[in-house]
């Protein structure tokens, strides 16, 4: 009977710290949680510098490996942070002084025609309220446009806002940079130090899903970049060949919004199919071609070409998208949205490994783990 009273009482202790165990750590999570959003604007000014320190880590390691018999390792290293840094940031420069005057001149020039646009358009839109059957006008009527007009109000007053605050854009666009640049030249110190803070038994584990996430986040980021060159070159092209307006200016809008997954060319797509059909209103058969040619374009991408650039393990359901990227929104703005499907991969990798099939996760230890601990 004392027996079995201890045991009991040992399974009811152990039942209360495994309680107090997974409290605690919710309770971190949620603290956690709540720090990040707090800080949500120098947490996007840091992800900004971890993602151009990505871009530019590729050419520094390159160059690296040519040893030089000149220069000490660390000097070496300084040397080609340099000089990356230096070639990026003239290409950029020279990148956005090729396209800023015809950008202007078309974006001027667009706005000049705006108000023969909006007779255009409005005409159309009276043309199909016409053809409109009784039912379908009364659903129109039906409809409450006021939420519409107060997020008008407020997305017109958040442009404003960032406008005013360039001062603080300024600094960021100058911070940013200086951070990458510390990530790429000194980053197995800074992964040292990070990995200094875990214990000893779990530090080998995290070492390999550092790896893990790095080469999935370096791989979305460069797929995604390759993804926005082959939307803004195609996009150009095409509207150049059926004689459209502001070719720069909506080609350059298609590879910047095709960073953001799956809504990204919904958003580019919607603007060309509009403008295309404002610009050529006597040619049924422009906005017919348009609609074609983007979603001909978002399928080959999706289907074809990110595969091949991004992997499988990126590979998330498109409604799994649309939330996290409504999340990544949410929270951190414009970064979040290009942020949330790697890093929902990379949480559905760790919950794949270690809740759902733990022992895949023993057997597929890293072999390079003990050489990377070492090197850091």
Same mark, same amino acid.
């Given at each position: 009977?004392?027996?079995?009273?201890?045991?009991?009482? #040992?399974?009811?202790?152990?039942?209360?710290?495994? +309680?107090? &165990?997974?409290?605690?750590?919710?309770?971190a999570v949620v603290l956690l949680g709540y720090a990040v959003y707090r800080l949500r604007e120098v947490v996007i000014s840091l992800l900004a510098a971890v993602l151009m320190a990505y871009i530019l880590l590729p050419g520094v390691e390159w160059l690296c490996r040519k040893r030089s018999g000149r220069f000490s390792p660390k000097g070496q290293r300084l040397l080609a942070t340099i000089l990356v840094f230096v070639v990026a940031l003239s290409m950029l420069a020279a990148a956005i002084s090729l396209f800023i005057s015809p950008f202007t001149t078309e974006l001027n020039e667009f706005v000049?025609?705006?108000? #023969?646009?909006?007779?255009?358009?409005?005409?159309? +839109?009276? &043309?199909?309220?016409d053809a409109m059957p009784e039912e379908g006008r009364n659903i129109v009527k039906t409809i409450d446009y006021s939420k519409a007009s107060a997020w008008l109000k407020d997305y017109v007053e958040g442009i404003l806002q960032i406008a005013t605050s360039s001062a603080r854009v300024i600094l960021e666009l100058v911070l940013i940079p200086v951070l990458a640049f510390y990530f790429v030249y000194d980053y197995r110190a800074i992964t040292a130090e990070l990995y200094a803070l875990i214990p000893k038994t779990r530090r080998r584990e995290a070492v390999r899903i550092g790896r893990m996430a790095g080469e999935m986040m370096q791989s979305y980021i460069f797929g995604q970049l390759i993804l926005c060159v082959i939307a803004g070159v195609l996009t150009g092209i095409f509207l150049s060949v059926l004689g459209i307006k502001y070719v720069v200016v909506l080609a350059l809008f298609a590879g910047i919004t095709r960073a953001i997954p799956i809504v990204g060319p919904i958003v580019s797509g919607i603007p060309?199919?509009?403008?295309?059909?404002?610009?050529?209103?006597?040619?049924?058969?422009?906005p017919l071609y348009l609609a074609l040619f983007v979603s001909a374009m978002h399928f080959g991408e999706s289907k074809f070409i990110m595969p091949q650039l991004i992997g499988r393990r990126l590979r998330l359901h498109p409604a799994v998208v649309i939330v996290v990227l409504l999340i990544g929104a949410e929270f951190f703005g414009l970064a979040g949205m290009f942020l949330a499907a790697p890093v929902a991969a990379i949480i559905r990798q760790l919950v794949k490994q270690y809740y759902i099939d733990p022992r895949d996760s023993q057997s597929s230890q890293s072999h390079g783990v003990a050489e990377i601990i070492a090197s850091n």
């Open positions: 009977m004392d027996s079995n009273a201890s045991n009991n009482i #040992e399974a009811t202790w152990e039942i209360i710290r495994r +309680l107090a &165990k997974w409290t605690l750590i919710f309770a000049r025609s705006f108000g #023969e646009y909006q007779k255009t358009f409005v005409s159309f +839109l009276q &043309k199909v309220w060309i199919v509009l403008v295309g059909a404002l610009s050529s209103p006597g040619r049924i058969e422009v």
